[in-house]
């Protein structure tokens, strides 16, 4: 037993419930902030900072909704299934009882397959909605996926030789102590691969061929609609702040308070957006030569520095 | 108000054929109340008229004058509106100046398949009284026999500033909650298919899109 006793887990619950919506709010404002970034990038306004709850709310109140079948309901639900999965087992605030979540019940590993989950049950969920642009996306998306998840492993793998754990609570607090125990510092190589292949995950220029809101009508969701859409949206938002978080754990060394967490998530985010803005799109092609060839080439280099760092 | 929907209440889809008909769902749309409560009607139709997604589909010439709106001269990005390639997802529908017959089916096609409520604003002299091709041969003349229209935007072409203006008005209309364009289309549903049907000679597709 994990939980001595009823009452233990019923609070765990609660304090995650609090975690899910306090970082589903910050991923959603924060999501408002880069497009407004992206816009003042481009001369423009931007949206307002409420546009993607309005957005949520009005995919929420639209009045019909038609159904594919039973998969087709299920893909949404698969999805954020995947994403509070994901933040679970993140500890969101290192040394704050309210904030670890279940991150002593679950370890890295766990972590990343929920990272997996919620694509492969989108896969299937816009699969049954019969559109051959979804099906187009989801064969882009998850080669993409497969393609970025290598570099991403092998700097996974790399830490985890490094601080000789698969807790995530113990990665993090192996980087206490100032900016120089970060694995920013300590593993840069590692890092370097990681964010590499955040690029990818996060689905900005160069690598939104997935998404591709023109020329294949928005990817794997095209035919998702209403309430469905509203769930997707919501779980856009909560998975993107998820994975910030994932990576300020695993490299640049936690938050002991929500400010820095704040400011760390968004700086992560940052570089995806500078890269976002500064380069146009990969065809897919490229983009999976691109990940199998420097990322990869740097992931495995990020082992052997580990190897070469434990041993020294 | 309601459209009772019992089992011999189906559509023919006759213009299929019988291998095709198994293909398509054959139930009439349906008409759909506002909630019961005021309030949440209200913050309801706040949401809808501060998150307007347009479909992207130039139906004719005006087309050009939707794109300068997300640039940075007009930008409207900040009234909630952005583009959507999908009818699923949007809610606006931007008729961009005149239809010609063969644009009408696919008109009708995409708007059945946008998801309630839905806006229609017409561009344009064009979708009012056929513009300067008033007596053209497949051009429509007037729009509205064919689709419910909310908003017309007249001119020709009407500016992108027109265009700003005209969907400033179409969220006043939607917050007052006088667009409800989806449910007259189905409360009058056989008037408006004979009307398409009408001019639509090669009717090859369900009677209604799902």
Known sequence: ?312 | MKNSLNTDDTLENSGLTEEEQLLFSNARPRAYEPYPIKAVEDFANWARANSLWILAFGTGCGAIELRPLMTARFDANRFGVAGRPTPRQSSVFIIGGYASVKTLKRIIRSYEQMQGPKFVICLGICPINGGMYFDSYNTINQFDQYIPVDLYATGCMPRPEALVASIMALQKKIKAGECDGANRYVENFDWYKANQKKVIKNWDMPDYNW
């Open chain 1, 1 to 312: 037993m994990i939980f001595d006793s009823m009452n233990e887990w019923l609070s765990k619950a609660g304090y995650f419930s609090l975690t899910l919506l306090i970082v589903t709010i910050y991923g959603l404002f924060v999501g408002a902030l880069i497009e407004r970034i992206i816009a003042k990038v481009q001369g423009r306004i931007g949206i307002p900072y409420s546009q993607p709850f309005i957005n949520i709310l009005k995919n929420f109140f639209k009045r019909t909704a038609i159904s594919h079948g039973i998969m087709f309901y299920l893909g949404p639900v698969f999805r954020i299934a995947g994403g509070i999965g994901t933040l679970a087992f993140i500890p969101v605030i290192y040394g704050n009882e309210m904030f670890s979540n279940f991150s002593t019940a679950g370890d890295l590993f766990l972590v990343i397959y929920f990272m997996f989950f919620g694509q492969l049950g989108m896969a299937l969920g816009a699969g049954e909605s019969g559109h051959p642009y979804s099906a187009i996306g989801i064969a882009r998306g998850l080669s993409q996926m497969t393609a970025y998840e290598v570099p991403f492993a092998l700097a996974v793998i790399s830490i985890v030789i490094q601080y000789d754990t698969l807790s995530l609570t113990e990665i993090v607090a192996a980087q206490q102590g100032g900016w120089q125990n970060w694995t920013v510092i300590t593993n840069w190589v590692a890092t370097l691969a990681a964010m590499l292949a955040l690029l990818g995950m996060t689905g900005y220029s160069p690598f939104d061929i997935f998404l591709a809101p023109q020329e294949i009508p928005i990817g794997p969701p095209t035919e998702f609609h209403s309430a469905y859409l509203s769930l997707l949206q919501t779980n856009r938002a909560l998975f993107g702040a998820t994975k910030l978080i994932l990576f300020m754990n695993l490299f640049f060394g936690g938050a002991t308070g929500w400010g820095e967490l704040m400011i760390k998530t968004f700086l992560i985010y940052m570089v995806a957006i500078i890269v976002g803005v500064a380069f146009p799109r990969f065809r897919v092609d490229q983009a999976i030569r691109f990940f199998f060839k420097i990322p990869t080439l740097i992931g495995v280099m990020s082992i052997i520095y580990a190897q070469m760092l434990l041993t020294a």
